[in-house]
C-alpha cells in the first residue's frame, strides 16, 4: 500500500528548531516529488514546497523561502520539513504529500498524503 | 499567483439529498483541478483530479465537471461519511488552494 507516515505531534517554545518527518512506504521514492503543505484554521492549504529525492531538487513556494528547509533522505525514504528558529505563527497541521505522477512537478497533484503532524509553538 | 474562490463557505444539506459546490479560478487553469475532503483526524483525501476523473477508490457519487475558470463538484446523494471540508486546488501553475466548502448535516 502507498502511503506516507508522519511523525508525532510537537510542541516548541519560539526561537527554538524543529525537523518533522515523512516516511515513504509502498512506491519507488526517489522517483516522485514529495511536497509539504501547512493548514491553518481560517486558512485553508498552502503549499509551501516540494522536493525530489531522486538529486534532492527543491522549489520553494514564495510565501515559504527562507522560512523553513526541506530535505530528504532517498536511502531511508523520508523527507523532512525543518526550521531554525520557530515562531508563534508557525502553529499549525503540516502535510507531506506525494505528487500523483512520477517524473515532472508540473501539471500534478497531490496524493496520497501524510496524516499530518501538529506543531504548537508557544512561550 | 492563481487564487482559488470557492462557494459556499457552508453548505447545509440532509442526507440523500444532492450537493453542488462551486470553485472559481483567478485565471484559466484549463482542466489542471483537483478536489479534496478533509475530515477531522484524517488527512486529506483525493476525489477528483483533471477536472472530472475520480481517484482510485472514490465512490460514483462524486462528479466533478468544468474547465477554464469555473468548476464543480456534484456530490449525487449525500451518505453520512460525506459530512467534511472540501477543498479545490489548482496544479496548473504551481498549487493553489480555495478556502473550503464545509458541508454539514441540515
Known amino acids: 500500500e502507498v502511503q506516507l507516515v508522519q511523525s508525532g505531534a510537537e510542541v516548541k517554545k519560539p526561537g527554538e528548531s524543529l525537523k518533522i518527518s515523512c516516511q515513504a512506504y509502498g512506491f519507488t521514492f526517489f522517483r516522485y516529488w514529495i511536497g509539504w503543505v501547512r493548514h491553518m484554521p481560517g486558512r485553508g492549504l498552502e503549499w509551501i514546497g516540494i522536493?525530489?529525492?531522486?538529486?534532492?531538487?527543491?522549489r520553494y513556494s514564495p510565501s515559504f523561502q527562507g522560512q523553513v528547509i526541506i530535505s530528504a533522505d532517498k536511502s531511508i525514504g523520508t523527507a523532512y520539513l525543518q526550521w531554525t528558529s520557530l515562531k508563534a505563527s508557525d502553529t499549525a497541521m503540516y502535510y507531506c504529500?506525494?505528487?500523483?505522477?512520477?517524473?515532472?512537478?508540473?501539471?500534478?497533484?497531490?496524493?496520497?498524503w501524510g496524516q499530518g503532524t501538529l506543531v504548537t509553538v508557544s512561550s | 499567483e492563481i487564487v482559488m474562490t470557492q462557494s459556499p463557505a457552508t453548505l447545509s444539506v440532509s442526507p440523500g439529498e444532492r450537493a453542488t459546490l462551486s470553485c472559481r479560478a483567478s485565471q484559466s487553469v484549463s482542466t489542471t483541478l483537483a478536489w479534496y475532503q478533509l475530515k477531522p483526524g484524517q488527512p486529506p483525501r483525493l476525489l477528483i483530479y483533471g477536472a472530472s476523473t475520480r481517484a482510485t477508490g472514490i465512490p460514483a457519487r462524486f462528479s466533478g465537471s468544468g474547465s477554464g475558470t469555473e468548476f464543480t463538484l456534484t456530490i449525487g446523494s449525500l451518505q453520512s461519511e460525506d459530512f467534511a471540508v472540501y477543498y479545490c486546488q489548482q496544479y496548473n501553475e504551481w498549487w493553489t488552494f480555495g478556502q473550503g466548502t464545509k458541508v454539514e448535516m441540515k
Open positions: 522536493i525530489y529525492p531522486g538529486d534532492s531538487d527543491t
Open positions: 504529500a506525494r505528487l500523483g505522477r512520477s517524473g515532472s512537478f508540473w501539471g500534478n497533484w497531490f496524493d496520497p
